[in-house]
């Protein structure tokens, strides 16, 4: 490893979702106080919504995009392809040492892909996670991300040892375990966290639903809802609710005006951390928000069959419900009736310094 002294790194960033956002928030930020290092943002338009893009760079002070390519909207294979095409014309242009790409959404893919053809180094963070579902279209695109990159960043030790089972060993790629850069952005950010508008019950249970596995399937998202109204009977639910989700209830005629459970609009990122500081427990079948909870000490009950996040299972601090209305509610009843809370005090996911080492060994290798 040989250390650059005297030539600016570039770095493109590809981000289009929401986690990426709040992720490369924090690495931004690191790569801030590298005077050599510039770094130029590709947003894929992957989640257009204003609600769900505009206003994370706003409030997390993420630099605005140099180019936002605008792809949306589409299924898999258009939307991934589209996004090669345009982050390859990027590319050409700007002749970055890097790539880096978060997670697992097809923006991760098509950036993963576009930079490798072209013998540009890959970094991929949140490597390593597996589901072992795949129907899941974030397990394929995470699959293949990691074959393809050159530095692998796992958020986790579970992480690792997947890669290590998969054969990675025997692969010219580096793999590190940084943690979660998540928890840099949670603990960064969580002094500016400020309450939503309007008024939010007390002891409230913080619920999202977002998931295409989720919204696409009619059955598991009419149970799952009919599970939350039967829940919100008892406790009060407050649920952000995802542009898709809506969509998707209003097909199915469900009864807004008199649901029981809270809905606000989208939240930005600073919202989120005062619900997840101020809920009772969680509610999700978000992969991100599950991690969240037990940065904050609260525990989590996962509407899906399976997660990435095995060690919170394996804690206690995780409840796989899976999305039929019996074992939705089977799950808080459960949850509630826990005499013994379990520890939070794992350091499962680090210390807060992933975005320190992913800058620097970046930096190092350019």
């Known amino acids: 490893?040989?250390?650059?002294?005297?030539?600016?790194?570039?770095?493109?960033?590809?981000?289009?979702?929401?986690?990426?956002?709040?992720?490369?928030?924090?690495?931004?930020?690191?790569?801030q106080t590298y005077p050599d290092v510039e770094e130029v943002i590709l947003h894929t338009g992957q989640h257009y919504d204003a609600d769900m893009s505009d206003i994370f760079f706003t409030e997390m002070g993420l630099p605005q995009p140099k180019y936002n390519i605008h792809v949306n909207g589409l299924n898999h294979g258009a939307m991934t392809g589209q996004m090669m095409e345009k982050i390859e014309e990027v590319l050409l242009v700007e002749k970055p040492d890097w790539v880096l790409v978060f997670g697992d959404t097809n923006s991760t893919l098509a950036g993963a892909l576009a930079a490798k053809k072209l013998h540009i180094k890959v970094a991929h963070v949140e490597a390593g996670l597996r589901s072992f579902n795949m129907a899941m279209p974030e397990e394929?695109?995470?699959?293949?991300?990691?074959?393809?990159?050159?530095?692998?960043?796992?958020?986790?030790?579970?992480?690792?040892?997947?890669?290590?089972?998969?054969?990675?060993?025997?692969?010219?790629?580096?793999r590190i375990n940084i943690g979660d850069v998540m928890l840099d952005a949670a603990m960064m950010f969580e002094p500016q966290a400020k309450q939503p508008a309007g008024e939010i019950p007390d002891n409230f249970i913080l619920a999202t639903v977002h998931r295409a596995q989720t919204t696409d399937n009619a059955k598991h998202l009419s149970e799952m809802f009919e599970a939350l109204d039967t829940i919100a009977a008892e406790q009060p639910v407050v649920m952000p609710l995802h542009p898709r989700t809506r969509r998707k209830l209003e097909e199915q005629s469900y009864n807004f005006a008199n649901s029981p459970i809270h809905f606000l609009p989208p939240v930005g990122y600073l919202e989120m951390l005062w619900l997840l500081s101020h809920c009772s427990m969680v509610m999700t079948d978000s992969g991100g928000l599950q991690k969240e909870a037990y940065f904050f000490?609260?525990?989590?009950?996962?509407?899906?069959?399976?997660?990435?996040?095995?060690?919170?299972?394996?804690?206690?601090?995780?409840?796989?419900?899976g999305t039929e209305l019996s074992d939705i509610i089977a799950a808080y009843h459960k949850v509630k009736s826990l005499r013994t809370q379990p520890s939070f005090d794992q350091h499962f996911y680090g210390h807060g310094h992933a975005a320190k080492t992913i800058a620097s060994m970046l930096w190092q290798n350019a």
């Open 297 to 321: 000490r609260k525990m989590c009950i996962t509407l899906r069959e399976e997660t990435e996040w095995v060690e919170l299972v394996d804690a206690g601090c995780n409840v796989l419900a």
């Open 140 to 174: 394929i695109n995470r699959l293949l991300t990691d074959r393809i990159s050159d530095i692998l960043f796992c958020p986790t030790a579970t992480a690792m040892a997947n890669l290590e089972k998969e054969g990675y060993e025997s692969f010219p790629i580096e």
């Open 1 to 31: 490893m040989s250390l650059k002294t005297d030539a600016i790194m570039k770095m493109l960033t590809v981000i289009g979702a929401r986690p990426q956002f709040i992720k490369a928030a924090a690495v931004s930020r690191v790569l």
